[in-house]
């Protein structure tokens, strides 16, 4: 009797156990179609329709993903092109010299023994084009904000000591005791050591003026080459905090003259969720184009080095092949919609 009794409360908690992972599943199922989820299918055909509300969260994070992967896809044009491009022309030119062949050299930035990066830069301090990062413009940043312009003159110093052309590097208005002076030495080690010129001067003070071209997305002006007599200033900014025309007020009360970079001579706007197109680059993606474009001569090799599918903007063979993933991925959508807007109109009342 009592083996017995046991087997029965045994079988009931077997049951119940199974009951409470039934529910569970049935849950868990449910849950990510409620929260958008696309990849969450139905249980079964005795569910009832998504509410609209459900709908409208699959088809937002539907659109999420695609933005995604189209990025992804681009990040991965980008760096097959690269690849291909360094392929065919072969390791670049010695300091000095032009590009050879029919297309422009490859630009390696490979480590680089710290002998031959030296001697690099000093040749750049002697005859090469200067590149000045005006300090004074960014008075009103926050802490966050001057962290964030420390961590890019940290890669843009390290990609000038990797170019087989560099320039020689100023920060001008670089004051002790300024935040920017500040989280330059905390968050970069060795900065001390650096191989450019900083100073709490103005470039107005040490450069004549008619060899000044302020680099600013604002100006009427576009920047056709790169003149080693020329010294180019850079705004210090970051490119999250975008204050319109405040570099080109600048440099039109100083009487300098102002340049852009040509984004929109050699790219095309790229279709995106927001809609969002962008001339503002941070200051290393400005030095990467300029740094690439020295080496190459290649505008288009250049911005493709520099401008990042981000800011909404692309090569012209590039733009057709995101044109077809995104038509693409509106087709996928518009499937799904009309799948659903079919089972709503097949289910019971």
Known sequence: ??????????AAAAVAEAAAVSEALRLLRIEPSA????????????????????????????????????????????????RAAADRDGPSPALGSGPAGPGPPAVRRGRVPAALATERLLQARAAGPRLCVDLG?????????????????????????????????????????????EQCFR?????????MDTTPESYLDLFPLETIVYLTPDSENVLEDIDPDKVYVLGGLVDESIHKQLTLR???????QTARLPIREYMVRAPNPRNYHSETLA???????????YETRSWPAALRAGVSSGKG?????????????????????????????????????
């Open 250 to 256: 600048r440099a039109r009360e100083q009487c300098l």
């Open 137 to 181: 413009v960014g008075g009103g940043m926050t802490e966050k904000e001057s962290g964030r312009l420390a961590s890019q003159i940290r890669r843009l110093y390290g990609a000038n000591r990797r170019a087989a052309r560099p320039f020689w590097l100023c920060l001008t208005e670089f004051a002790a005791g300024t935040p920017i002076y």
């Open 283 to 293: 200051i290393n993606q400005v030095f990467d184009i300029l740094s690439t474009y």
């Open 1 to 10: 009797m009592e083996a017995g009794a046991a087997a029965g409360m045994e």
């Open 35 to 82: 929260a958008g989820d696309p990849s969450a299918g139905r249980a079964s055909g005795a569910e009832g329709p998504c509410s609209r509300n459900a709908l409208r969260k699959r088809r937002r994070w539907q659109r999420v993903l695609a933005a995604r992967r189209g990025k992804r896809r681009q990040e991965r044009q980008r760096r097959r092109a690269r």
């Open 187 to 195: 968050m970069n080690d060795g900065f001390a050591g650096y191989l």
């Open 313 to 349: 903007y692309v090569l012209p063979d590039t733009a057709e092949q995101v044109q077809t993933a995104q038509c693409a991925t509106a087709a996928q959508e518009n499937s799904l919609f009309c799948g659903e807007e079919l089972h709503r109109q097949e289910a019971p009342a």
